[in-house]
């Protein structure tokens, strides 16, 4: 049976939006950045292609709703003091690139894409590290120093085989380098 031409009706997309990006990220995790297109993806999920461009306006749009799922997890514990806050948000921030590295590698071959759960993470940091007291031309450079040893880390973990449970030695001297790097800021 041949599949009809166009853009499917609003009224007939047989799959909601969670569902694909369900199946994107199932598919990105498994086969690689490199296999994540939308026909590979329709073709798993037996749809049209355009469904998918229906719900996401584009690869982009694709790539920024996973990171959205992925990252909304990511959050600042409610208790602490602003640099302890600080680790358990990396920490946080750590396990979920761990379980799902391809994405990470996406988002930084798509310079377009800055999903908006990246911006509100980097912008808790942010906070975090005024409540600290560094001055406001050390701040910037203390995030991206955490932000990019969090997501080296991870992705050189990931990339070993290391497992997402926080079980290798790897990971574990993650969270000891980690503590090494947040006494810097006391």
Same mark, same amino acid.
């Given at each position: ?10 009224? +007939?997309?047989?799959?909601?939006? /969670?569902?694909? *990006?369900?199946?994107?990220? /199932?598919?990105? /995790? ?14 798993? @999920? !037996? ?6 461009? $229906?719900?996401?306006?584009? &690869? /982009? ?7 959205? *799922?992925?990252?909304?997890? *990511?959050? *600042? ?7 302890? &806050? ?13 379980? $799902?590295?391809?994405?990470? @590698? ?24 005024? +409540?600290?007291?560094?001055?406001? %031309?050390?701040?910037?450079?203390? &995030? %991206?120093? @955490? ?21 290798? &030695?790897?990971?574990? !001297? ?13």
């Amino acid at each position: 049976m041949k599949r009809p031409r166009g853009r499917p009706p609003r009224a +007939e997309t047989p799959f909601a939006r /969670d569902e694909i *990006v369900e199946a994107a990220l /199932d598919l990105l /995790d498994r086969e690689g950045t490199d296999a994540l297109t939308m026909r590979a993806l329709a073709d798993r @999920l !037996g749809i049209n292609p355009m469904t998918i461009h $229906h719900h996401f306006g584009g &690869r /982009d749009g694709l790539i920024g709703a996973m990171s959205e *799922v992925v990252y909304a997890q *990511v959050t *600042v514990p409610e208790s602490g003091t602003p640099v302890d &806050r600080i680790g358990g948000l990396l920490k946080a921030y750590h396990a979920q690139v761990l379980r $799902h590295p391809a994405l990470t @590698l996406l988002i930084f071959s798509r310079p377009t894409v800055f999903p908006q759960q990246a911006e509100r993470i980097t912008n808790e940091i942010s906070a975090l590290l005024a +409540e600290v007291g560094l001055p406001d %031309d050390r701040a910037p450079l203390w &995030r %991206d120093l @955490l932000v990019d040893f969090t997501h080296g880390s991870a992705l050189a973990t990931a990339m070993s085989g290391g497992d997402s449970q926080g079980g290798s &030695r790897k990971d574990q !001297g993650f969270t000891m380098a980690l503590r090494e790097l947040l006494m810097g800021l006391g």
